[in-house]
């Protein structure tokens, strides 16, 4: 079975400083899909940036990136420039490719790091 | 504004209860999810309908009963649940492609008394 482990519970960060999140996932499959979600106290998720594995070319989207080393299954976000509505709980997420039976919502999800900002 | 409505944002019900949570999707998407998210514990997926079919079912108990009458709506019925279920249930909704991702509502916050 997949899992999906995030060994920063919280995280603190300053105002337009760059941080990043950790990330690892342990599987056999070797096609899968990798997402990052933002949870802020609204409590909706909010995908912030999702990595193919077959891409070797890591996310970005704006000042969110992803270093994506598939041989150690690390997944990490790094956020640039931080900002205050940064703050959130994040959680890094694995779904299985449609060549494992993966569905589209059937995703393992890690525990889960608070990121708080400071001013 | 999401795209993804709940309702109630909170609710608190003692265990003899019945009560239903309602998820409505406003983004012509096809598949419809429920999930569960407890404290200090991931989010775990409860119930799946693509095309109002049920798809998938984690292994959940039958006090949970889902119902899906059209694409756009999605309910949880709840029927004498125990403390333990006390959560934050969550509905998302997506197009059954591969690359589309996954669009949540603002949650249920339950609260088993």
């Known amino acids: 079975a997949q899992t999906v482990t995030q060994s920063q519970p919280e995280m603190s960060v300053q105002e337009a400083e760059t941080v990043t999140l950790s990330c690892t996932y342990d599987t056999s499959e070797s096609d899968y899909y990798l997402f990052w979600y933002k949870q802020p106290p609204s409590r909706q998720m909010i995908l912030v940036i999702r990595?193919?594995?077959?891409?070797?070319q890591n996310a970005t989207e704006n000042r969110f990136s992803v270093n994506f080393q598939k041989a150690a299954k690390s997944f990490s976000l790094k956020i640039s420039d931080s900002q205050l509505g940064d703050a959130a709980m994040y959680f890094c997420a694995y779904r299985s490719g449609l060549n494992y039976g993966g569905s589209q919502g059937n995703l393992i999800f890690g525990k889960g790091t608070k990121l708080s900002v400071k001013p | 504004e999401t795209g993804v409505t709940q309702t109630p944002r909170h609710l608190v019900m003692g265990m003899t209860n019945k009560k239903s949570l309602k998820c409505e999707q406003h983004l012509g998407h096809n598949a419809m999810y429920w999930y569960k998210q407890s404290a200090k514990k991931p989010l775990e997926l409860m119930f799946v309908?693509?095309?109002?079919?049920?798809?998938e079912n984690n292994s959940v108990p039958s006090r949970f009963s889902p119902e899906c009458p059209n694409s756009s709506h999605l309910f949880l019925h709840l029927h004498t649940l125990q403390p333990e279920d006390s959560a934050l249930y969550l509905c998302a909704s997506s197009q059954e492609t591969q690359n589309s991702p996954l669009h949540f509502g603002n949650g249920t916050r339950l609260t088993v008394t």
């Open positions: 309908y693509n095309f109002k079919e049920q798809t």
């Open positions: 990595q193919e594995a077959y891409k070797q």
